[in-house]
């Protein structure tokens, strides 16, 4: 039977847990997810909102702890947990857990690296707190979804403030008790509601996030009193912000299961739901030569989530284009690949892209997975083109491999970081386990 | 009719408003609120609370810019903000809107102070920003209350975000586009659930949502963007966080009518819901020299919320006291007055408080105002002692005049601040609307 005081249940747990028990495939995927959120996090760094947060925070950070990654600037850790935590969403080309949508990396390894220059932290107790804390956020993530996301929550906010206080406390050592406090402290915190998707108030969330969370679990430390029972309590955080609370998803099998195994990563630089398109538009054109100017109309048959995520029709931003099924379709056909670049704001106005992501036309296919698309385009010519994407790239199913998560990296932080650098840092992701300090990798990824 | 964009008709109001609109009455409310404010903040200067924040947040605090109030310490303003707002809440005894039982200061003056000292601002600038900023909370705690607080939110963390968001704002001097996009960034960072009652984290969130609306603010005013309709879009903040939204509370006679003429203010260091019932017992005592070893008996009727809020049967600290109408009436039997003093964890633990305590009998009685109570004593003699409250002091229709004001603010200030600059600092209060350098305030009210 589950334990009924799941709070408690959690902080014990995390309290007790030592590197010497993670399975050798999690910390490999714990490597996969920090290799991914560096280069997400270096690339965006340059970004107009980046230098807009920083330009609001420097005036008030404190002394230069950590570093802003891709950048020269080095703050205070909350800050710079912020700052990195913001950048690591900024593309929403982070990684994702299929089941819930939280980005798991983002609130929890802007924290956990940022208090590893500060702190000494060998990268084996790096490796741990970034495993237990992406365990926390996805567990608690699935106790409340879907409900949750449906009421209005950005979940990679609302259930990232825990992964960042359980990483944080697990890394600062915290008991039992104060790991409690940590959590309960976390849940009297949650940020981000959907309303603030297609500005940049949506990378505010698991920057916030990251910041909360740690702050969190720095007063418990001290021992700032909070609740033993901040998650299950009749006021407590999932009755508050959910209508649904499966607490046997944050309880059962903790030291056994663990969530970051369901990690996924995204290979185009937008909204995942739309991923599955993107793919079977870029099979066609690969298979077919298609140009735009072939293209009569683009039917494509989705999960209803796309239509609730992405059904924006005339993106005028980049950042919009990142929302738009029509868009993605589009842009799948003319480049034929969907990075950064792909989602510029100059992108999305080029008039071959509004000419063809005007002929797109969704419909909502209720038999489909989230990770499927059925696609039929019609040619000028008269013909019809057919394909059925049965996983998208990036899906549990078919996971990008570590060869394109090395591409992926290098294509986010060419002309940022310095090029001979670059294959220092790869490496340093891979080998995390095995650094004596994992502050090294905040180091070599300033510019 | 009221304007649908509720968001955008609340920022516009707030950029255009003017010192010179604000009726006389208002400014003089404004400094009692203010009064009110630096008296509970400056009394809990030395609280456990604070110690345990401060050495948790000292390390990453910026350049020392504004005063912790009540002590030597002086952090970034952010920082300090969040201190102040934590201090202002620690002792439960700050006003209070009793509408929406949102305790309207202790988010918004923090921040406003703290800017202050960081850039210049007239006393006249900062008594505008002060009404915009309790004006706006109150209005959008009303919108989405009671069912907002029945979900399991504390509406001065929640709704205090987005007075501390427009109090900084406005002395900022945010255009309207920019306005709503702080307000918006509020939106997304409610801080407090109730289960957080009864522990250090209930102060926290003021002191978060101070910070978390000034930092909104700040990124506003660098053009971060957000949301044009953060309050009242399909997923904005009012359908996220209550079953009821009445956007017209929001948009209604805005300018006209201002929320802080509906201030409360305490005269006792407690839950506000019991104060009827110590009124009672303290009118009793002195009507009839009650002593504990008196009394058999102590039988309260009392309105539905006294049994929701405070229904601690057994308190074990001080903070648990508070909370607790069986306390509460006991100590108003022993002491005859309710002060800080009074809500010690030693006064819990007096063995003649527990037992007294032990014999009070609260009865929900659904036709009482939330200002009323009504009591029974039986005595040991066999006699009967009836007690009607009609009007709590403090409440609405019985507000705590100028002097007592005073009087309570010399209470919670002394042995903090020098004693020879308790009368200036008084004078200040009341003179803020005059004052070039409104954070002088700040500075007078160091340790």
């Known amino acids: 039977m589950s334990r009924p005081d799941v709070t408690l249940c959690l902080a014990e747990y995390v309290a007790g847990a030592q590197a010497a028990d993670l399975p050798e495939s999690v910390r490999k995927e714990v490597a996969r997810a920090l290799l991914n959120w560096v280069g997400v ?13 920083l330009r609001a925070i420097r005036p008030f950070a404190g002394p230069p702890q950590a570093t802003v990654l ?8 909350m800050n710079a947990a912020m700052l990195n935590g913001i950048s690591s969403h900024v593309f929403d080309f982070d990684d994702t857990d299929l089941a819930t949508t ?21 990268g084996a107790d ?3 707190a970034m495993a237990l804390g992406i365990d926390a956020e996805c567990r608690i993530a699935r106790a409340v979804m879907p409900p949750h996301q449906a009421i209005g929550w950005h979940p990679t906010g609302t259930c990232g403030v825990f992964g960042a206080a359980v990483a944080t406390g697990k890394a600062l050592g915290l008991d039992a008790h104060r790991m409690a406090h940590a959590i309960s402290l976390a849940a009297t915190q949650p940020v981000g509601i ?18 909360s969370g ?40 903790l030291g056994e299961r663990f969530e970051i195994m369901r990690n996924s990563y995204k290979p185009y ?21 298609l140009t735009a100017s072939m293209i009569d109309r683009i039917d494509v048959d989705v999960h209803p989530i796309v239509m609730e995520l992405t059904a924006k029709r005339t993106p005028s931003t980049g950042l919009e284009g990142k929302f738009s099924v029509y868009y993605a379709a589009a842009i799948g056909i003319i480049a034929g690949v969907a990075g950064e670049p792909e989602f510029s704001d100059d992108a999305v106005r080029v008039p071959e892209a509004m000419a063809l992501r005007d002929k797109v036309v969704p419909r909502i296919d209720e ?8 696609l039929r385009i019609t040619l000028t010519d008269g013909r019809v083109l057919e394909q059925f994407v049965e996983h998208a790239v990036g899906s549990l199913h078919n996971p990008m491999t570590d060869a394109q998560l090395e591409g992926k990296f290098r294509d986010l932080v060419a002309g940022i970081i310095p090029a001979d650098r670059i294959g220092r840092l790869i490496d340093l992701c891979w080998t995390i386990g095995s650094l004596s300090d994992a502050g090294e990798i905040a180091r070599c990824a300033a510019a």
Chains 1, 2 share one sequence.
């Open 41 to 53: 996090a270096i690339g965006a760094a340059r970004h107009e909102t980046i230098e807009i947060a």
């Open 70 to 77: 891709g950048r020269g600037d080095r703050l205070d850790i």
């Open 102 to 122: 939280v980005h798991p990396s983002a609130p929890v390894a802007p924290a956990l690296l940022a208090l590893a220059e500060h702190r000494p932290m060998t």
């Open 126 to 128: 790096f490796v741990l």
């Open 194 to 211: 959907r309303e603030m998707f297609g500005s940049m108030t949506k990378s505010f969330h698991p920057g916030r996030a990251a910041q």
């Open 214 to 253: 740690m702050l969190s679990a720095f007063l418990a430390e001290q021992g700032y009193t909070s609740s033993d029972q901040g998650i299950e309590a009749k006021r407590g955080w999932a009755n508050v912000v959910s209508t649904k609370q499966n607490y046997a998803a944050i309880t059962d099998g």
């Open 269 to 289: 630089a937008c909204g995942l739901v739309v991923h599955p398109v993107i793919d079977g538009c870029i099979r066609l054109r690969a298979a077919h030569g």
């Open 367 to 374: 038999t489909l997975h989230q990770d499927q698309a059925r």
